[in-house]
């Protein structure tokens, strides 16, 4: 194993380093906190992984590409793109009490009881100062996933601002 390790590490010219990486923090909709590394791949492509924190948690990885003036991007990424409440009203008819009372506490507490979509998705980013260089990122993303409480496949959209360092 350790031999199969240094013929890896020799074949490669680069050397990773901290410097090649790029931490992003920042806040937004329908996840309250979102942390995300990113690489450079070529002059105007990134490669990134975040994890997005809210009432339910999810990651996601994607892929962005540069397409005026290094600020403006578009993604593809995969994995969490949003969340989904229960349907509050799954039963139309009740035969009891419990039922009536069940569909009434999951509309009341709906935005608690969200769970993660998983799935694909699409994204715009603008980065005031280009990519993978410091300072503040706004982005928006729309996606398409499934949870435990979808039958079928949900939409969901979200906006981010973040701040990479």
């Known amino acids: 194993m350790r031999i199969t390790l240094l013929l890896l590490l020799t074949l490669f010219q680069n050397q990773v380093s901290a410097k090649d990486f790029d931490l992003s923090l920042g806040f937004g909709t329908p996840y309250f906190l979102l942390t995300e590394v990113s690489t450079v791949i070529s002059d105007d492509y990134r490669a990134y992984v975040n994890y997005k924190m809210g009432l339910d948690n999810g990651v996601s990885i994607g892929l962005e590409k540069a397409i005026i003036?290094?600020?403006?991007?578009?993604?593809?990424?995969?994995?969490?793109?949003?969340?989904?409440?229960?349907?509050?009203?799954?039963?139309?008819?009740?035969?009891?009490?419990?039922?009536?009372?069940?569909?009434?506490?999951k509309c009341a507490f709906g935005v608690i009881a969200q769970k993660t979509l998983n799935g694909v998705g699409v994204s715009y980013s603008y980065a005031n100062n280009g990519i993978n260089n410091s300072g503040f990122i706004i982005k928006f993303d729309v996606g398409t996933g499934t949870n435990s409480y979808t039958d079928g496949y949900q939409s969901s959209a979200g906006i981010a601002l973040m701040y990479s360092f």
């Open 69 to 105: 003036n290094n600020s403006h991007l578009i993604g593809l990424f995969a994995g969490a793109v949003g969340t989904q409440a229960p349907d509050c009203y799954e039963n139309e008819t009740y035969t009891d009490f419990d039922g009536a009372l069940s569909d009434v506490v």
